[in-house]
């Protein structure tokens, strides 16, 4: 495996949609299509990022900066990647660049159900920091997770 982490370009639109759908939104609404994606790719307040091992799209992770914090709105690897650090990775390269920016707070939400997804946030150094009611599509709950940067120093290499 010979993983690479690199700045999404526009023609990685498509793939990181078609991911956001089967690994994020299943039984959702398709709300990150490739449009919305794309709209990410052009804000100079977001970073989209890719893992790729050789020429396929394996991971992408999309952050948007606010003032005072960051907003981790997608994170997704491929099942045949996942638990090798790839997540890991993705999450360290945007950690990284909110540190740069003087931001130290990163927030994200995540399915109530979702356990896996939970823990490996915990592993990182989130915590909970509330529930949002109906969040997905009036369906489903999201837990709200939080990390504050200046007390979390993680790294690793994939």
Same mark, same amino acid.
């Given at each position: 495996?010979?993983?690479?982490?690199?700045?999404?370009?526009?023609?990685?639109?498509?793939?990181?949609?078609?991911?956001?759908?089967t690994?994020?939104?299943?039984g959702?609404?398709?709300?990150?299509?490739?449009?919305?994606?794309?709209?990410?790719?052009?804000?100079?307040?977001?970073?989209?990022?890719?893992?790729?091992?050789?020429?396929?799209?394996?991971?992408?992770?999309?952050?948007?900066?606010?003032?005072d914090?960051?907003?981790?709105?997608?994170?997704?690897?491929?099942? !045949?990647?996942?638990?090798? @650090?790839?997540? *890991?990775?993705?999450? $360290?390269?945007?950690?990284?660049?909110? &540190?740069? #920016?003087?931001?130290?707070?990163?927030?994200?939400?995540?399915?109530?159900?979702?356990e896996?997804?939970?823990?490996?946030?915990?592993?990182? !150094?989130?915590?909970?920091? @509330?529930?949002? *009611?109906?969040?997905? $599509?009036?369906?489903?709950?999201?837990? &709200?997770? #939080?990390?504050?940067?200046?007390?979390?120093?993680?790294?690793s290499a994939?």
């Amino acid at each position: 495996m010979n993983i690479r982490l690199s700045l999404a370009k526009r023609r990685d639109a498509p793939a990181i949609a078609c991911m956001a759908r089967t690994l994020i939104e299943d039984g959702l609404p398709w709300s990150w299509n490739e449009t919305r994606v794309a709209c990410c790719l052009a804000n100079p307040d977001c970073i989209v990022i890719t893992a790729q091992d050789g020429n396929r799209l394996v991971g992408f992770a999309i952050m948007e900066f606010h003032d005072d914090r960051a907003h981790l709105s997608l994170l997704a690897v491929k099942p !045949g990647y996942q638990r090798q @650090g790839i997540g *890991r990775a993705l999450l $360290d390269w945007l950690n990284s660049s909110a &540190r740069t #920016a003087g931001t130290f707070l990163v927030h994200l939400e995540v399915r109530a159900g979702n356990e896996s997804a939970k823990a490996f946030y915990r592993r990182l !150094g989130f915590r909970e920091a @509330g529930a949002r *009611r109906g969040y997905y $599509d009036g369906r489903e709950d999201a837990v &709200r997770m #939080a990390c504050d940067l200046s007390l979390n120093a993680i790294s690793s290499a994939v």
